[in-house]
């Protein structure tokens, strides 16, 4: 059985950072491209971060380009997103998923598992 799980979110002010991890049961992530998703309230899920099997090839949407770096060790089969310089818009459940597709999928309907999220929350 397949189970995905994130860690590391948490409370923090604006300007700070944090470093969200996923890991997975039932899975060898270096066979799987890799995103990080959030949910805001009241708003649709979007794509933040995708990251390419072998890790050469990343994606990030805009409002978070030069703030967050998206990275995997797959020898320890685990996914990372570093967020600095977070931003009260920032607030929003994030969720890791991995997808099948080969290359540098971004679209939520190519990633096939998914962890339940970790809460981050940034106060002005």
């Known amino acids: 059985q397949v189970q995905v799980v994130e860690s590391g979110g948490g409370l923090v002010q604006a300007g700070g950072s944090l470093r969200l991890s996923c890991t997975a049961s039932?899975?060898?992530?270096?066979?799987?491209?890799m995103g990080w998703f959030r949910q805001a309230p009241g708003k649709e899920r979007e794509g933040v971060s995708c990251?390419?099997?072998?890790?050469?090839?990343?994606y990030y949407v805009d409002s978070v380009k030069g703030r967050f770096t998206i990275s995997r060790d797959n020898a320890k089969n685990t996914l990372y997103l570093q967020m600095n310089s977070l931003k009260p818009e920032d607030t929003a459940m994030y969720y890791c998923?991995?997808?099948?597709?080969?290359?540098?999928?971004?679209?939520?309907?190519?990633?096939?598992?998914w962890g339940q999220g970790t809460q981050v929350t940034v106060s002005s």
């Open positions: 039932g899975l060898t992530l270096d066979n799987y491209a």
């Open positions: 998923a991995a997808s099948g597709r080969l290359g540098l999928p971004t679209r939520e309907p190519d990633f096939g598992y």
């Open positions: 990251i390419s099997r072998s890790g050469g090839s990343t």
